[in-house]
């Protein structure tokens, strides 16, 4: 019997290689689409010699041919100094890779998932929030490129729906965590581990009282596949952990969890920061049965045993380039392993 194929758009990012890893142990034939400019090779490298992956570096704002049954739509940098650092590529990122991504099911006759966010609601006024909520987006702050960007996917995954009978799923996803985030992503969980693994001050914006609801990502990978195989739903559904934190809660737990005496440091809060965010889960759990089972205590013990491990390897990797500075050459030991992480780091 031949293999069904999934194509996973921004596969070699945090939530997406983790998708990947789950479709190939789920029997699919993976293909991860790229460009990596904020995915990293290392997050699929154990897949590459696997007879099921393929990895295609591709920029999802230029057309693709690569037929599929299933499209999961990922492509997107997440994390507000990245989506931030070039507004004008995120939005065309979100609204040319869902065109193009649409284009291509319409071809080939495959659904697609949408990867939307709870930035849809905006700094919301209704708390918390549930699918049926318009949200309260400042469409042209800092923010906008971001979160105007994923609006659009989300109208031109329910046009191509209504008007050319593509099967869509759109996922608006609360903020996940876990290994696998870049250590210098720039977003709360990464940041905080790191700063307190290193010993640094953990940066709090703001006053640190507006609240987040975090999900483990192998929690939300459950409820992405789940909802790519309903078979019918074409509205959007929340995924995410409807536990809710504050920023200085984040701080305390991570200090405790790390055993670390850095202090906390107040910096200005962002332009447009939500000040509070909780998804209501209900719509997939109804459709779903979707129930996220990692509480963010164990979720977040995980994830810094990930980060302790990726700073040793910089660490050791710093101190044998030291060493080659020192010495003009590399020793052979150093240059073997060179050789080894350099063929699965980026
Ligand atoms: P990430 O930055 O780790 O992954 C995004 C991936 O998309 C990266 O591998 C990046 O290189 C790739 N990419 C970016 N622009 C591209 C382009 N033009 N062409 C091809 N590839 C491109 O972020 P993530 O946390 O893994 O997020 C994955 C998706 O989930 C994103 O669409 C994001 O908006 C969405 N999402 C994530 C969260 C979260 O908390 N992690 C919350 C809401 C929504
Ligand atoms: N934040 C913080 N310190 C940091 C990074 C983020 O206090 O070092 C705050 C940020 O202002 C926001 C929350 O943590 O209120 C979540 O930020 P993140 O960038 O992770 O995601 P967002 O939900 O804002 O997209």
Redesign the pocket.
Known sequence: MSKQRALVLGGAGFVGSHLCDRLVAQGWEVYAMDNLQTGRLQNIAHLRRHSRFAFVEHDVCEPFHMPAERIYNLACPA??PHYQADPVKTTLTSVLGALHALKLATRCGARVFQASTS?VYGDPEVHPQPETYRGAVNPIGPRACYDEGKRCAESLMMDFARSRGVEVRIARIF?TYGPRMDPDD????S??ITQALRGEEL????D?T?T?SFCYVDDLIDGIVSLMEHPTFAEPVNLGNPEEFT?LDLAELVRELVSSHSPVTF?P??PD??KM?RPITQRATDLLGFAPKVPLRAGLARTIEYFEAQLDAEEKRQSATALIDKRGRAPSSVRARRTVNGSASR
């Open positions: 994390s507000p930035e903020n720039g977003r709360i969980v940041n905080f940066t709090v914006y703001g640190g507006q987040r920023v910096r809060l962002p920061d939500p965010r």
